[in-house]
């Protein structure tokens, strides 16, 4: 197979970004992720991977739940934001306000127009990310209908 034509078919797949946060008793983390899906409709479940051995991913597993915020098309800049390690102070994440979801504790930033909390059903080790098939059990809207951020509008790659 020849790697370019690989890296560019698969960086071909359509991916949003988005912002998982998780808290494990004082702990929180957060991390921008594009590999996340709705895999059913009854229960509603969603899929989300996640590198495996950061923060982000060792929090929402030790605490069974996690928050998927989603970025608006003029976001970016936040979520560049967290595309670097967690820094919690003043009533902020990485320098957003946010509220602790009422089902996992997990962050929701009061900023991106979307947000879902789920907690975690399976996990699948595999490669370098963990697949996290989680639960909705909450979600909020702050500005609909507001357009999600979709990763090739931002001309960064994450894929391939």
Not at 11 to 23: C, E, F, S
Not at 29 to 46: H, I, K, R
Not at 51 to 73: I, R, Y
Request: proline residues 6%.
């Amino acid at each position: 197979m020849d790697p370019q034509d690989k890296r560019a078919a698969l960086r071909a797949i359509n991916y949003g970004l988005y912002v998982v946060t998780a808290k494990h008793g004082d702990e929180v983390a957060a991390a921008g992720v594009n590999w996340v899906t709705q895999a059913s409709f009854e229960p509603p479940l969603v899929v989300v991977c996640i590198k495996s051995g950061t923060e982000t991913h060792d929090l929402a597993l030790a605490a069974g739940g996690f928050v998927v915020n989603v970025v608006g098309e003029d976001q970016l800049d936040v979520a560049k934001s967290f595309f670097r390690p967690t820094v919690v102070a003043d009533g902020t994440l990485n320098g957003f306000a946010f509220h602790d979801a009422p089902h996992t504790g997990a962050p929701y930033l009061v900023d991106l127009p979307y947000w879902f909390e789920a907690r975690v059903t399976t996990t699948v080790d595999t490669g370098d990310h963990t697949i996290i098939v989680g639960t909705v059990v909450g979600a909020g809207v702050h500005d609909e209908p507001l357009t999600p951020l979709v990763l090739r509008s931002t001309g960064m790659n994450y894929g391939g």
